[in-house]
T-cell receptor, first 110, second 113 residues
């Protein structure tokens, strides 16, 4: 099946700093989503972005489907951004469901 | 709308016991999913359904069963609980396969002793 790799696995930032999280995938995709899991374990959908660029407040995401990667940008980070960020993809063939990466654990310090 | 509701939130089982994790959504979504998340790991798909009466296996289906008799409900059944099934279980739904984000419930934390 499709493989998803996220980097870095862990990231520590000072409040106000910017960061870039990366997601590489092994095959063509028709569905790519970014999720945030907060410290209480809740999963929140951030972006549906199989291609192109989207922005939502301090967060933005870019997927370059032809080169098989996606980037999540966090600007002016806040302590509430802490948690784990997951990238999940669905390939063009095979199972009709998302495959999750192992996540990037982000800690924003005041 | 309540979104995706999972019950119970916590449960402790003894080895060999059975239980059903409940999941219901009120968004009229066609697609529903069950995932498990082991400590420090990503989510792995157990089963999914593309509509009432249709289910399919995911990456880790062994030891689990599902049914989808209505659009709203997608229960997950553990028949003979084993310690390896200790995990956090998440149910999710989406309206369609594409162009629609997945919405998650708050999870069920299950321990098997």
């Amino acid at each position: 099946g499709i493989q998803v790799e996220q980097s870095p696995p862990d990231l520590i930032l000072q409040e106000g700093a910017n960061s870039t999280l990366r997601c590489n995938f092994s095959d063509s995709v028709n569905n790519l989503q970014w999720f945030h899991q907060n410290p209480w374990g809740q999963l929140i959908n951030l972006f549906y972005i199989p291609s192109g660029t989207k922005q939502n407040g301090r967060l933005s995401a870019t997927t370059v489907a032809t080169e098989r990667y996606s980037l999540l940008y966090i600007s002016s980070s806040q302590t509430t951004d802490s948690g784990v960020y997951f990238c999940a993809v669905e390939g063009n063939t095979g199972r009709r469901a998302l495959t999750f990466g192992s996540g990037t654990r982000l800690q924003v310090q005041p | 709308n309540a979104g995706v509701t999972q019950t119970p939130k916590f449960r402790i089982l003894k080895i060999g016991q059975s239980m059903t994790l409940q999941c219901t959504q009120d968004m009229n979504h066609n697609y529903m999913y069950w995932y498990r998340q082991d400590p420090g790991m990503g989510l792995k798909l157990i089963y999914y359904s593309v509509g009432a009466g249709i289910t399919d296996k995911g990456e880790v289906p062994n030891g689990y069963n599902v049914s989808r008799s209505t659009t709203e409900d997608f229960p997950l059944r553990l028949e003979l609980a084993a310690p390896s099934q200790t995990s956090v279980y998440f149910c999710a739904s989406s309206y369609d396969r594409y162009n629609q984000p997945q919405h998650f419930g708050d999870g069920t934390r299950l321990s098997i002793l």
